[in-house]
Antibody
């Protein structure tokens, strides 16, 4: 059974960097069949896919156009986890952030969610 | 980017009703379409993948259909636990979600 455990601060000041980590159990971050996604949810935007990282003989990342200039993913094979960094945050980035495993074209396992509030 | 449009942001229904939720893609995505159920305070739950395939453990009252650009999620015999927000998601090119359709109690 795959489990994803999220961690990170729930409050970030505007203009600073939001950092979250997703620890994986039951699968490997370097699995050749999976992708590791970050998704957020807010009342104004609904669910918004932010991007993914995955390993296919080397590491790849894809990012949503809306955050592409501010977002970075870092897989950590030693800890079997992956992280999200979103820079220059504004109150518009206030949301519940989720990590999720992608497999065969769908996202089947999700983290518990982390509410991140950006204070101005 | 592929845009996903759910025409209804909300609908009202009663227990026992048949509910239809639609989703349209801005270009053909074959059957690369998933449906999720989202309740407040919980992670989204995968219901349907590849347009019509029922995820393991999901009740058979949920069904999906469509291909190309137009897709439908049907909930037959709506149950109290089905009141939630439903999102479509394309996986043809990275991922995009629709805006969501909230199913409310009439």
């Amino acid at each position: 059974q795959v489990q994803l455990q999220q961690s990170g601060p729930g409050l970030v000041k505007a203009s600073q960097t939001l950092s979250l980590t997703c620890a994986i159990s039951g699968d490997s971050v370097s699995s050749n069949g999976a992708t590791w996604n970050w998704i957020r949810q807010s009342p104004s935007r609904g669910l918004e896919w932010l991007g993914r990282t995955y390993y296919r003989s080397k590491w790849y990342s894809d990012y949503a156009v809306s955050v592409k200039s501010r977002i970075t993913f870092n897989p950590d094979t030693s800890k079997n986890q992956f992280s999200l960094q979103l820079s220059s945050v504004t109150p518009e980035d206030t949301a519940v952030y989720y990590c999720a495993r992608g497999y065969s074209g769908y996202d089947d396992y999700w983290g518990q969610g982390t509410l991140v509030t950006v204070s101005s | 980017d592929i845009q996903m449009t759910q025409s209804l942001s909300s609908l009202s229904a009663s227990v026992g009703d048949r509910v239809t939720i639609t989703c349209r893609a801005s270009q053909s995505i074959s059957t690369s379409l998933n449906w999720y159920q989202h309740k407040p305070g919980k992670a989204p739950k995968l219901l349907i993948y590849a347009a019509s395939r029922l995820q393991s453990g999901v009740p058979s009252r949920f069904s999906g259909s469509g291909s190309g650009t137009d897709f439908t999620l049907i909930i037959s015999n709506l149950q109290p636990e089905d009141f939630a927000t439903y999102y479509c998601q394309q996986s043809y090119s990275t991922r995009t979600f629709g805006q969501g359709t909230k199913v409310e109690i009439k």
